[in-house]
């Protein structure tokens, strides 16, 4: 549902559950149950990092700009407001996707080498795994 590297993390919440549920197989009446949700909210938690949720912030409202594109009706913008609004926006999507394909990318590196758990203790060697344990 959260994990950063997740297929399904494009989708918002709802249609997130349907997905999985759907490629898993499962009842999404019950899958949002209390401890569920204690254990998601747990893990979104433990694994993010401040830019991350930056970058989470940023996808979502980009969402919401394409859900607006998409149900813009020009019938009712009497005064085209919304419609030089749209335009404007559509002049400067280029610039945001590389903003927001650079900032995933920092996401990424930052990730990768964590070497700090969650909690502020440092990761011994042992629990490295090998290819990124440099004595080994």
């Known amino acids: 549902m959260v994990d950063f590297k997740s297929v399904y993390r494009g989708y918002e919440i709802k249609d997130k559950v349907e997905r999985i549920c759907k490629d898993l197989n499962l009842n999404s009446t019950n899958i949002l149950d209390a401890e569920i949700q204690l254990a998601i909210n747990k893990y979104m938690e433990i694994q993010q990092t401040p830019t991350m949720r930056l970058l989470m912030d940023m996808e979502s409202c980009l969402d919401k700009i394409g859900f607006t594109f998409r149900t813009y ?31 995933k990318e920092t996401v990424e590196t930052e990730t990768a080498n964590i070497t700090r758990g969650k909690g502020g203790h440092r990761v011994g060697k042992r629990e490295l795994p090998k290819k990124r344990n440099s004595d080994e």
């Open 73 to 103: 009706n020009p019938t009712t913008d009497t005064n085209a407001v919304k419609f030089k609004a749209l335009t404007t926006a559509m002049k400067s999507v280029d610039g945001i996707i590389k903003g927001l394909n650079a900032l």
